[in-house]
């Protein structure tokens, strides 16, 4: 049966539960005689144990708002209660606030408590052995122990359990939430990759297909041959856009227990910087006049170096095929600690009809940064020049 709200854990209502539980418990434990436990008023009239059992139950009732008030009050009572000759309720009663005041008071409390109940166990076993002469004197400071020392160790252990429990929950949280942080950093490096890979593959090659398309439609009267030539380019373009996105989809689906399939397809489809005469070839097919320029002996790069210099170049040519004046400088440079790749072209005026976002500037940036090199690019006397040195060679 599930217990009513109003005395679920942790509210006041178990709390005032638990005193009249205490009292009634202690009018039962009255009602058998119980007191006095020592005869040291025996003409005291026994009603009166009722008024410190009162008092103490109502510490109960006190041990979660006010802990501290709860212990000073249960102590008044119970020492009025052995002040009368003691009453076994009362003291059991009180073995409950010890309790009560060591699981939800303070730290200096609990410890407090302890050394006192010590002190008086330690105490009481001295002053019985004294008193009874032989060994059989510890029987004195017994009670004690039970009615004292053992309850502050039972609370003692229990708050430590609960903070130990909390404290593992905080740390919990912060796993998760570190997990989490974690997480979204991953898929938002993921999601950067994906765009930039995705606007390097596909966008390229819809330029050159838009700017063809633009000038077919654009000047009237072409010859056959001319739209021919128009359409070719266009073909090309899409085809190869085409394939290069199967690759990326089919490396991005290749399964992760499958290392070696994965290698060998990446090994055979991806792009390289010694590609670059083919892709050199299909601008010029698109209208772009590129000078090549090469120096040094072409080794081979790392892989993340390769792609990246490749990707460079074509978002370079692509825009100078796009913003340029029809012709642009590529350099390919083979250093003994790098690789220097550059494009430059004069800035076309009229050219400037299929404006971009930007992205492929942002993605080149963040090709070289990911790889530690070194990428400029901006107007320098009248042209557009990209430099970009990607390192071959892990620092020392």
């Not at 708050?159 to 593992?168: I, L, N, P, S």
Request: net charge positive.
């Amino acid at each position: 049966m599930k217990a009513a709200g109003w005395v679920g854990a942790g509210t006041g209502g178990r709390d005032f539960v638990l005193a009249c539980a205490s009292l009634v418990g202690g009018v039962v434990l009255y009602g058998l005689g119980t007191q006095p436990q020592l005869s040291w008023h025996p003409d005291l009239p026994e009603p009166l144990f009722l008024l410190p059992l009162a008092v103490v139950c109502t510490a109960v009732g006190l041990r979660r708002v006010a802990t501290r008030a709860s212990l000073a009050l249960g102590t008044v009572a119970v020492l009025a209660d052995l002040a009368m000759g003691g009453s076994l309720a009362t003291v059991l009663v009180y073995t409950q606030v010890l309790y009560d005041a060591c699981v939800f008071g303070s730290a200096r409390t609990w410890r407090r408590l302890l050394q006192v109940t010590i002190g008086l166990s330690v105490l009481g076993t001295a002053v019985g052995v004294l008193l009874r002469g032989d060994w059989r004197g510890v029987g004195i400071g017994a009670p004690v122990v039970l009615a004292g020392v053992l309850p502050v160790l039972t609370g003692i252990s229990v708050r430590q359990y609960r903070d130990q429990a909390v404290a593992e929950r905080a740390r919990a949280e912060q796993t998760a939430r570190l997990v989490e942080l974690d997480r979204r950093q991953a898929v938002g490096a993921e999601r950067a990759r994906m765009a930039r890979e995705l606007h390097d593959v596909i966008a390229n090659h819809l330029s050159a297909v838009a700017i063809h398309a633009t000038a077919a439609l654009s000047v009237p009267g072409l010859e056959r041959s001319q739209v021919e030539s128009a359409l070719r380019v266009i073909r090309e373009s899409s085809v190869q856009g085409l394939g290069e996105m199967r690759q990326m989809i089919g490396l991005l689906r290749e399964p992760a227990e499958g290392g070696a399939a994965l290698d060998a397809t990446d090994e055979t489809t991806r792009a390289r910087l010694s590609e670059v005469d083919a892709l050199v070839d299909r601008v010029r097919a698109a209208g772009l006049t590129v000078r090549a320029t090469r120096r040094g002996e072409p080794r081979a790069l790392p892989v993340g170096v390769d792609l990246a210099a490749y990707r460079i170049v074509q978002e370079s040519l692509t825009n100078a095929l796009k913003h340029g004046a029809g012709e642009a400088d590529l350099l390919v440079a083979y250093e003994p600690a790098g690789v220097v790749v550059g494009v430059e072209n004069p800035v076309g005026a009229g050219r400037g009809t299929l404006t971009g976002a930007g992205a492929g500037l942002i993605g080149m940036r963040e090709r070289a940064a990911l790889l530690n090199g070194r990428f400029a690019a901006g107007p320098a006397g009248g042209r557009w020049r990209v430099r970009v040195e990607l390192p071959t060679e892990v620092a020392p």
